[in-house]
């Protein structure tokens, strides 16, 4: 397919989107059996700011500063 445009396959930049392709594969499948809920559910898991955030209201630190 992309031969036709003369773009070149690439196995390392391939592997390298390989993870994210998946995730968003199985987000797209969880989104239409269910709801964009589960889609973000799932795609979330490889936000970073998103896991940050999680970190940070996870932490002691920042639940001692609640009480």
């Known amino acids: 397919m992309g031969e036709k ?3 070149k396959f690439d196995e390392k ?3 390298k989107s390989l993870p ?10 969880a989104r239409d059996l269910w709801d964009m809920n589960e889609y973000f559910r799932l795609m979330n898991t490889t ?3 998103i896991l940050k955030a999680l ?7 920042y639940q001692n500063k609640l009480k």
Do not use: M, P, R
Request: no cysteine; charged share 30%; net charge negative.
């Open 20 to 29: 994210l392709i998946k995730i968003q594969l199985k987000a797209l499948i």
């Open 55 to 61: 970190e940070i209201l996870n932490s002691d630190e």
């Open 47 to 49: 936000n970073e700011s």
């Open 13 to 15: 930049q391939y592997q």
């Open 5 to 7: 445009e003369k773009v």
